[in-house]
Nanobody, 116 residues
Framework: QVQLVESGGGLVQAGGSLRLSCVVS????????IGWYRQAPGKQRELVAT???????YYAASVKGRFTISRDNAKSPMYLQMNSLKPEDTAVYYC??????????WGQGTQVTVSS
């Protein structure tokens, strides 16, 4: 099993920055990828950024150039540095991990609120 615990959410003004952290523990050697999703009120959960085996990264078009995903070593801790935040970035952000084709491990979520 794998456990994910996020931290670092909060309230920030538009244009500001936040850094989210995710501690990944358990059978991390079984993981092919780790990443961040978010879910805004009334919307579906969407993929924000990922790091796959081999350190390749992916960013959603809406955050590319503003957000940076990284990790210290192996797979934990994982970070999401969020700069130039916009009100539309307001959401609950989830740390996620996958040991197969689907994302099968999830954190509890951390709220990010960006005020205009």
């Amino acid at each position: 099993q794998v456990q994910l615990v996020e931290s670092g959410g909060g309230l920030v003004q538009a244009g500001g920055s936040l850094r989210l952290s995710c501690v990944v523990s358990g059978r991390t050697s079984s993981l092919y990828g780790i990443g961040w999703y978010r879910q805004a009120p009334g919307k579906q959960r969407e993929l924000v950024a990922t790091i796959e085996s081999g350190d390749s990264t992916y960013y959603a078009a809406s955050v590319k150039g503003r957000f940076t995903i990284s990790r210290d070593n192996a797979k934990s801790p994982m970070y999401l540095q969020m700069n130039s935040l916009k009100p539309e970035d307001t959401a609950v952000y989830y740390c996620a991990a996958r040991s197969g084709s689907g994302w099968n491990y999830w954190g509890q979520g951390t709220q990010v609120t960006v005020s205009s």
